[in-house]
């Protein structure tokens, strides 16, 4: 199974803080064109949010418009920049029924690997919460399908990513989330945003991915008194399930150049099939 991630799209009518940085609609439309040329096609793609700036129903439309072209199935969650009312306008026929009063967590039951997206955002703030609700929720959840391989999907990472602005506008009481991963070792990988970075963990029995900004990312700068946008290339991640694992990729969006290997492809390929060694030249 093939699961592409897209993250903190941030489709926005203005300039605002990051909009000289970086034309958020244009890059997401290169980012839907790198997908819909995969080969092989994803079997879903995960939209872990920050969908939008401000979370307004122009917004909503505007991305609505931008994502039309893309052949697989998204799955969509809110992040802090969204508003929950315009989203749940804006997706409900990608949702599914059942969700929660209070958050927009829901399961996906129809592919091989179980896909939980766990939204811990909280309504007019820029910080989350693993609360009560979330635990429950979660743990009953997982303890319906315990020996089938799990991807939650989610926009707070629940760790300390090191970027100090950020981890203090994150994730509250993400220990109950690691003690909940800890007891379901079903769950073979969590997927993140809202760093706008690529970053990856180990977490309890599993590993945590998080995806760069199909828009701008944040910058490398540990130092805990700093803070910037970057206009460093977007990105999207692949998590491909294979037998028993995943692997994750990073794909970059850009207009570079490409130099064509399908000769020296094709002579592996008949030396591994005669089982022969790959000769240097
Ligand atoms: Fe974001
Ligand atoms: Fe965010």
Redesign the pocket.
């Given at each position: 199974m093939l699961i592409a991630q897209i993250s903190?799209l941030h489709i926005r009518d203005h300039l605002g803080m990051f909009g000289e940085l970086v034309d958020t609609s244009k890059t997401l439309e290169k980012a839907i064109h790198l997908l819909n040329a995969l080969d092989p096609q994803p079997d879903v793609v995960l939209a872990t949010?920050?969908l939008t700036d401000d979370g307004t129903k122009e917004q909503y439309s505007q991305l609505l418009e931008i994502l039309l072209p893309l052949n697989a199935p998204l799955l969509p969650l809110p992040?802090?920049?969204d508003v929950y009312s315009e989203f749940l306008n804006a997706f409900s026929s990608k949702l599914p029924d059942e969700i929660p009063e209070n958050h927009c967590s829901y399961v996906i039951d129809d592919f091989p690997i179980r896909l939980v997206a766990l939204d811990t955002s909280l309504p007019g703030q820029?910080d989350a919460l693993f609360s009560e609700d979330h635990e429950l929720w979660l743990s009953n959840v997982l303890s319906q399908e315990k020996d089938k391989p799990t991807l939650i999907f989610t926009?707070?990472p629940p760790f300390e990513t090191g970027i100090n602005f950020m981890d203090l506008s994150g994730l509250k009481s993400a220990d109950r989330l690691e003690g909940i991963i800890r007891n379901n070792p079903q769950v073979k990988l969590v997927v993140a945003?809202?760093l706008h970075r690529p970053i990856q963990t180990s977490f309890a029995s599993t590993m945590i991915s998080v995806c760069p900004s199909t828009g701008n990312q944040l910058k490398l700068d540990l130092n805990p008194k700093n803070g910037s946008a970057v206009d460093e290339p977007p990105g999207f991640q692949l998590h491909v399930w294979k037998t028993d694992r995943f692997v994750t990729h990073t794909g970059i969006i850009w207009d570079g150049k490409e130099l064509d290997m399908s000769q020296y492809v094709a002579y592996v390929n008949e030396k591994i099939s005669k089982n022969e060694g790959i000769i240097k030249d």
């Open positions: 903190d949010g920050d992040g802090n920049h820029h926009h707070f945003g809202h």
